[in-house]
């Protein structure tokens, strides 16, 4: 049945039906979350081996003879660089290792190009008047809340099936010196699931911008999060800008945030000399190192890159079930209604779900009367979402009978906000 097809008496009676299995939900008294891409209890349990690796009978020395214990080691030990310069597929000296967290380095590095000017004959962002960032959309609300925090304008740029729309970028970026960076996740994208392409990819390589210090801000948060048989492939950004001579257009970012403790793993960003000249200069007043006893115990859990791998296949298996429930409660309650379409991701974190405009804040109230947690509408664009129509899913939380469960009701909610609509 398609809604657009149905008349007046066939929607009062189809309201009433579906506020009757409504209220039933809301009198069930749940308490159920899919708010935050938050790994569950299972997940964080895989990496509890890692609390016993270092004891006080072991050398806390790394690969160089650093003691992990002291001062030194400034920007992160050896074994650790080379476990993120694999993930990031860049030269281990391009490696930067942080603390836990890898928006604090995100948030760090547009803090330092606020203050401190990219080239001799740029001027710190901070004295560029009406400086804009480039946000594709939807795209990830933390990163909109760090541009907006330091007083960017942001320019929603639309994503399709492969990445955002690069005719769009090319163009804003040639004509506009005054836009100083775009926010890319890349693979697995937040919150719509999709990779960029190839072409998209080597797009961004070949990017001739007005402003010399113009940065793409390449969050590789998910690039080893795969969750079906069929994983996505990335083109290396860097290789690809080696290329065009355009190494320092990217700072790529990664972390262990959601392969080991989601709040005591291991940062990372790496970036070409002249990028990291500048940003170790804010460092080097801001910290005297990072936690090395937590990269050590890292390196020592997983054993390198391989043992890193082999371990995400462990939080595939909790996580494909999670992501099937979804997928399979959409398709077989909604579908074909002409009212909701959704993304099918290979990996990530999320299920981008696009309801019928103008009623996805209703659907988040309906959700949240009945029991059920979601990130609010318009969180994934920086100004709010002017069709009010996307909601993000995030599965990996909830057991997958809860997930069920939660699905049944965000279904209902989601026909009984387009019925409401259409009357």
Known sequence: MDYMKFTGDTLANEISSLVKSYEGYKAMGLSLN?????????????????????TSKDVLNASDGTDCRNYGGFDGIPECKEIFAKLLGVETDDVFVGGNSSLNMMFDTISTFMTSPLYEDT???LNVQNRKFLCPVPGYDRHFGITGYFGFKMIPVPMNEDGPDMNIVERLVAEDDTIKGIWCVPKYSNPTGITYSDDVVR??????????????????????????DT??????????????????????????????????????????????????????????????????????????????????KKHKAILKPKFETVLSKLESELSGLGIASWTRPNGGYFVSVNVYNGTAKRVVELCKNAGVTLTNAGATFPY????????????SFPSVEELSLAMDIFCVCVRLAAAERLV
Request: aromatic fraction near 10%; hydrophobic fraction near 35%; include cysteine.
């Open 123 to 125: 001027e710190p962002w």
């Open 231 to 312: 994983p996505d492939n990335l083109l290396n950004l860097m290789d690809e800008c080696k290329k065009y001579g355009n190494e320092d257009l990217p700072i790529m970012f990664c972390s262990t945030s959601k392969i080991s403790f989601s709040g005591s793993g291991v940062a990372a960003l790496a970036t070409d000399k002249h990028n990291m000249k500048v940003l170790r200069g804010k460092y080097n007043y801001q910290t005297i190192g990072y936690d090395k006893v937590n990269m050590l115990r890292h390196v020592k859990f997983f054993g390198g890159y391989e043992g890193l791998l082999d371990h995400m």
């Open 34 to 54: 899919m708010a935050r891409g938050k790994p569950s209890p299972e997940q964080l349990d895989l990496s509890m081996g890692m609390l016993d690796c270092l």
């Open 203 to 228: 797009r961004f390589a070949a990017l001739r911008p007005a402003a010399k210090d113009f940065r793409i801000m390449w969050d590789n948060a998910y690039c080893v999060h795969d969750v079906t």
């Open 384 to 395: 709010g979402d002017p069709d009010d129509s996307n909601i993000r899913i995030a599965p």
